[in-house]
C-alpha cells in the first residue's frame, strides 16, 4: 500500500509542480470549445441537434482526460532518460505495484484536469442535467483516465526514445480523439467510419460522460461502463506485463 | 559479503565478463578498476540483480542475485554511473520515496534521512528541488539516499566522476567515515587511482572481461615494482588507450536489448 501510495504522491508533486504544464494542457480543449463550440453551433442547431457548447462539452473532458493521462504514462520515458527509472527497477518492490502506483497517480492528475475543464465549459454556458448526474461522470473521467495512462505507460515501455513520439501522437492519439463522437454525433455514418469508432475506447467514454452529464447516451450507461472497465483491465494488465519486462 | 565464482556474461558474440572471481569480507572497502569497457558496470549490474549472469555464481550475504531478487535489493544500496534523482522533487522528499520504497518505517526514514543529510552537508538544503543541485550536491545525496535503508553493502560506480578534488575528498573521507560507523561493506569503480590507493582495502583490477589482479594496494604496487596505483595499474593493463566510441555503441546496442526485454 506505502509503495502505490508514495508513487501515486510523486505523480500528484510532479503534476502541481509544473504549473505550465497544466496550462498548456488546457489550451487545446479551450481552443476547441470556443473556436468550434461557437463556430460550429448555427450549423448544428439548423442541423435539428440542439445546442453544440451542450453536445461538445462531455467530449471536450473527455479529450482532456485522453491527453493528461497519455502523458502521464509517457512520462516514464522521461523517467528513463533522467534516470529515476532505474532507482524504481533496483528497488525491492513488485513491479505490478510501482505500475499500479504510477498509473493510478497519472489517472489523478487526468481527473483534476477535467474537473477544470468542467468548470470552464460551465464558464462558457454549459450546463449538466442535473447535478446528481456528476458522481457517474466522474466515475466514467475515472475510467477513462486508467484506460489512457496505462496506455500510455505501456507505450514508453516499448518505445526507447522521444523520435517515435510525433508517430504516436499522429496515429494513435489523434485519431482517438477524432474517431470518439467527441465532436460530432455517431450516427448516420460510412460503414467504415462507424466499424473504426466503435474500436475506439474513447467513444464509450465519452457517450458515457454525454450519458451522466445530458441524459442521452447511444449505447447505453451499462454498457459504457463494462466496456470500459474491460478495457482498463486489458491494458493494465499490458502495461504491468510490459513493464515487469523492461530492464535498468 | 560477496562471493563471485566463476562469472560470465555474453551479449551476443561479445564477452563481457570471463571467468570472474572475488571475494569481498563484510565491512571491506574493495575497489574495481580497470579501463573503460573492461566489464565493471556489467559485473556491479549483475551483482545488483539487473542483468543475469549467462554463467558463474554470485552469492551476495549468502542469497543468489538472480534467484533472491527483491531480498538482495533490500540488502544493497548502489549509487549508478548516471544521475538518478528525481529533478522535481526536493532531497527530503527523494530520500523519503527510496524509504518507503525499501520498506523503512516512517519514524526511521525521518530520522535517519536527518542524520545522513547532516553527515553528507545537504540538511539546509533539504527543502530545495534536486534541479536547483550542482553535480556534487546530487551525489552526496544519491549517497546518502543509498544508506538510508541501511544496506549491508553500498555500490558506487565511478561517483566521483566530474567532480572536483575538494567535492571527491569529502566525498571519499564521508563514505569512509560511514564504513568505519556501521562497518557497511563499500564496493566502488573510479577511474582515479589515487582515491583507490587512499581508500580501498582491497583492489581488484579487470580488463578484457577477466581480472589481471587483486590484493591490497601496496601488494599490487610491490607485485609490479611500482611506485604509485597508477604506475601499477598501467603495467597490468598495458598504456593503450581503449577505443572508446566501439564501446559506447556496443552499449548502446546491449542497453538497446534490454529495453527491448531481450538478455
Same mark, same amino acid.
Given at each position: 500500500?506505502?509503495?502505490?501510495?508514495?508513487?501515486?504522491?510523486?505523480?500528484?508533486?510532479?503534476?502541481?509542480?509544473?504549473?505550465p504544464?497544466?496550462?498548456?494542457?488546457?489550451?487545446?480543449?479551450?481552443l476547441?470549445?470556443?473556436?468550434f463550440?461557437?463556430g460550429?453551433?448555427?450549423?448544428?442547431?439548423?442541423?435539428?441537434?440542439g445546442?453544440?457548447?451542450?453536445?461538445?462539452?462531455?467530449?471536450?473532458i473527455?479529450?482532456?482526460?485522453?491527453?493528461?493521462?497519455?502523458?502521464?504514462?509517457?512520462e516514464?520515458?522521461?523517467?528513463?532518460?533522467?534516470?529515476?527509472?532505474?532507482?524504481?527497477?533496483?528497488?525491492?518492490?513488485?513491479?505490478l505495484?510501482?505500475?499500479?502506483?504510477?498509473t493510478?497517480g497519472?489517472?489523478?492528475?487526468?481527473?483534476?484536469?477535467?474537473?477544470i475543464?468542467?468548470?470552464?465549459?460551465?464558464?462558457? #454556458?454549459?450546463?449538466?442535467?442535473? @447535478?446528481?448526474?456528476?458522481?457517474? !461522470?466522474?466515475? =466514467? &473521467?475515472?475510467l477513462? $483516465?486508467?484506460? *489512457?495512462?496505462?496506455?500510455?505507460?505501456t507505450?514508453?515501455?516499448?518505445?526507447?526514445d522521444?523520435?517515435?513520439f510525433q508517430m504516436?501522437?499522429?496515429?494513435?492519439?489523434?485519431?482517438?480523439?477524432?474517431?470518439?463522437?467527441?465532436?460530432?454525433?455517431?450516427?448516420?455514418?460510412?460503414?467504415?467510419?462507424?466499424?473504426?469508432?466503435?474500436?475506439?475506447?474513447?467513444?464509450?467514454?465519452?457517450d458515457?460522460?454525454?450519458?451522466?452529464?445530458?441524459?442521452?447516451?447511444?449505447? #447505453?450507461?451499462?454498457?459504457?461502463? @463494462?466496456?470500459?472497465?474491460?478495457? !482498463?483491465?486489458v =491494458? &493494465?494488465a499490458?502495461? $504491468?506485463?510490459? *513493464?515487469?519486462?523492461i530492464?535498468? | 559479503?560477496?562471493?563471485?565464482?566463476?562469472?560470465?556474461?555474453?551479449?551476443?558474440e561479445?564477452?563481457?565478463v570471463?571467468?570472474?572471481?572475488?571475494?569481498?569480507g563484510?565491512?571491506?572497502?574493495?575497489?574495481?578498476?580497470?579501463?573503460?569497457?573492461?566489464?565493471?558496470?556489467?559485473?556491479?549490474?549483475?551483482?545488483?540483480?539487473l542483468?543475469?549472469?549467462?554463467?558463474?555464481?554470485?552469492?551476495?550475504?549468502?542469497?543468489?542475485?538472480?534467484?533472491?531478487?527483491?531480498e538482495?535489493?533490500?540488502?544493497?544500496?548502489?549509487?549508478?554511473?548516471?544521475?538518478s534523482?528525481?529533478?522535481?522533487?526536493?532531497?527530503?522528499e527523494?530520500?523519503?520515496?527510496h524509504?518507503?520504497?525499501?520498506?523503512?518505517?516512517?519514524?526511521?526514514?525521518?530520522?535517519?534521512?536527518?542524520?545522513?543529510?547532516?553527515?553528507?552537508?545537504?540538511?539546509?538544503?533539504?527543502?530545495?528541488?534536486?534541479k536547483?543541485?550542482?553535480?556534487?550536491?546530487?551525489?552526496?545525496?544519491?549517497?546518502?539516499?543509498?544508506?538510508?535503508?541501511?544496506p549491508?553493502?553500498?555500490?558506487?560506480?565511478?561517483?566521483?566522476l566530474?567532480?572536483?578534488?575538494?567535492t571527491?575528498?569529502?566525498?571519499?573521507?564521508?563514505?569512509?567515515?560511514?564504513?568505519?560507523?556501521?562497518?557497511?561493506?563499500?564496493?566502488?569503480?573510479?577511474?582515479?587511482?589515487?582515491?583507490?590507493?587512499?581508500?580501498?582495502h582491497?583492489?581488484?583490477?579487470?580488463?578484457?572481461?577477466?581480472?589481471v589482479?587483486?590484493?591490497?594496494?601496496?601488494?599490487?604496487k610491490?607485485?609490479t615494482?611500482s611506485?604509485?596505483l597508477?604506475?601499477?595499474?598501467?603495467?597490468?593493463?598495458?598504456?593503450?588507450?581503449?577505443?572508446?566510441?566501439?564501446?559506447?555503441?556496443?552499449?548502446?546496442?546491449?542497453?538497446?536489448?534490454?529495453?527491448?526485454?531481450?538478455?
Amino acid at each position: 500500500m506505502t509503495t502505490i501510495y508514495i508513487l501515486w504522491l510523486r505523480q500528484l508533486k510532479r503534476y502541481i509542480r509544473s504549473k505550465p504544464r497544466i496550462i498548456a494542457s488546457l489550451g487545446q480543449p479551450l481552443l476547441y470549445l470556443f473556436g468550434f463550440g461557437f463556430g460550429f453551433g448555427p450549423v448544428f442547431q439548423k442541423a435539428g441537434q440542439g445546442n453544440y457548447i451542450q453536445f461538445l462539452a462531455p467530449g471536450m473532458i473527455g479529450m482532456t482526460i485522453l491527453f493528461t493521462s497519455i502523458f502521464s504514462g509517457i512520462e516514464l520515458m522521461f523517467d528513463r532518460q533522467f534516470g529515476f527509472l532505474k532507482e524504481m527497477l533496483v528497488a525491492p518492490q513488485p513491479r505490478l505495484l510501482l505500475m499500479i502506483g504510477r498509473t493510478l497517480g497519472g489517472a489523478t492528475t487526468a481527473i483534476f484536469q477535467g474537473t477544470i475543464v468542467i468548470v470552464i465549459c460551465i464558464i462558457a #454556458g454549459y450546463r449538466p442535467a442535473s @447535478l446528481s448526474a456528476l458522481p457517474m !461522470a466522474f466515475l =466514467f &473521467m475515472a475510467l477513462v $483516465a486508467i484506460v *489512457f495512462t496505462a496506455l500510455g505507460t505501456t507505450i514508453a515501455c516499448v518505445l526507447t526514445d522521444m523520435q517515435g513520439f510525433q508517430m504516436i501522437m499522429g496515429f494513435l492519439i489523434m485519431p482517438i480523439f477524432f474517431l470518439s463522437g467527441a465532436l460530432f454525433p455517431l450516427k448516420g455514418l460510412p460503414a467504415a467510419m462507424e466499424f473504426l469508432t466503435k474500436i475506439d475506447p474513447l467513444t464509450y467514454g465519452v457517450d458515457g460522460l454525454r450519458g451522466a452529464m445530458n441524459g442521452m447516451s447511444t449505447f #447505453g450507461s451499462g454498457f459504457d461502463f @463494462l466496456v470500459l472497465s474491460v478495457i !482498463a483491465l486489458v =491494458f &493494465m494488465a499490458i502495461g $504491468a506485463r510490459q *513493464f515487469s519486462r523492461i530492464e535498468a | 559479503m560477496i562471493r563471485v565464482e566463476h562469472l560470465t556474461k555474453t551479449f551476443g558474440e561479445v564477452q563481457a565478463v570471463r571467468d570472474v572471481s572475488f571475494d569481498v569480507g563484510a565491512g571491506e572497502i574493495f575497489a574495481f578498476l580497470g579501463p573503460n569497457g573492461a566489464g565493471k558496470t556489467t559485473t556491479i549490474k549483475m551483482l545488483t540483480t539487473l542483468l543475469r549472469p549467462t554463467s558463474g555464481r554470485i552469492e551476495i550475504d549468502g542469497l543468489d542475485p538472480a534467484r533472491q531478487q527483491l531480498e538482495v535489493r533490500k540488502r544493497f544500496g548502489i549509487v549508478f554511473q548516471d544521475p538518478s534523482l528525481d529533478d522535481e522533487l526536493t532531497a527530503a522528499e527523494n530520500l523519503d520515496l527510496h524509504g518507503a520504497l525499501y520498506h523503512v518505517p516512517r519514524k526511521v526514514r525521518v530520522e535517519r534521512g536527518e542524520s545522513l543529510l547532516k553527515l553528507f552537508e545537504l540538511w539546509d538544503r533539504r527543502n530545495d528541488p534536486v534541479k536547483q543541485f550542482s553535480g556534487g550536491m546530487r551525489r552526496r545525496l544519491e549517497i546518502a539516499r543509498g544508506l538510508l535503508h541501511t544496506p549491508k553493502i553500498i555500490f558506487l560506480d565511478e561517483p566521483t566522476l566530474g567532480l572536483d578534488p575538494q567535492t571527491r575528498n569529502q566525498l571519499w573521507a564521508q563514505v569512509k567515515k560511514l564504513n568505519e560507523e556501521e562497518r557497511v561493506t563499500v564496493f566502488l569503480t573510479t577511474h582515479y587511482m589515487d582515491e583507490a590507493d587512499r581508500v580501498a582495502h582491497r583492489i581488484a583490477i579487470i580488463d578484457h572481461g577477466t581480472i589481471v589482479a587483486q590484493g591490497t594496494p601496496a601488494e599490487l604496487k610491490a607485485q609490479t615494482n611500482s611506485e604509485t596505483l597508477e604506475q601499477a595499474f598501467l603495467s597490468l593493463t598495458g598504456s593503450s588507450i581503449r577505443d572508446e566510441g566501439a564501446e559506447s555503441n556496443r552499449d548502446l546496442r546491449n542497453m538497446a536489448q534490454m529495453w527491448r526485454g531481450r538478455k
